[in-house]
Nanobody
Framework: QVQVVESGGGLVQAGGSLRLSCAAS????????MGWYRQAPGKQRELVAT???????NYADSVKGRFTISRDNAKNAVYLQMNSLKPEDTAVYYC???????????????WGQGTQVTVSS
């Protein structure tokens, strides 16, 4: 099985910064894409940023220029540096890893439990 664990959430004032970390472990042959999603109360889960194994990135328009995603392939880890945080960034942030368990397997998605980010005004 594959486990995905996030850390680094917390409470910060508007304009502040936080860094989220996520690590995948278990029976992993390869990881295709790792990324961050968030869900605010009463809203659907939305993409924040993704980083593929080829280095390509994708950011939500609302976080471009403020958030930076990075990856450590040796550690099966992904990070999200969040700067200039706004109250509207408040949400539970989830990490997702798309993984192959062996060379013949399909790609499956695994999610972490989420970490709360709260930005006060």
């Amino acid at each position: 099985q594959v486990q995905v664990v996030e850390s680094g959430g917390g409470l910060v004032q508007a304009g502040g910064s936080l860094r989220l970390s996520c690590a995948a472990s278990g029976r992993i042959f390869s990881i295709n894409v790792m990324g961050w999603y968030r869900q605010a109360p009463g809203k659907q889960r939305e993409l924040v940023a993704t980083l593929a194994s080829d280095g390509s990135t994708n950011y939500a328009d609302s976080v471009k220029g403020r958030f930076t995603i990075s990856r450590d392939n040796a550690k099966n880890a992904v990070y999200l540096q969040m700067n200039s945080l706004k109250p509207e960034d408040t949400a539970v942030y989830y990490c997702k890893a798309t993984v192959k368990l062996n060379i013949m397997s399909a790609i499956n998605a695994y999610w972490g439990q989420g970490t709360q980010v709260t930005v006060s005004s």
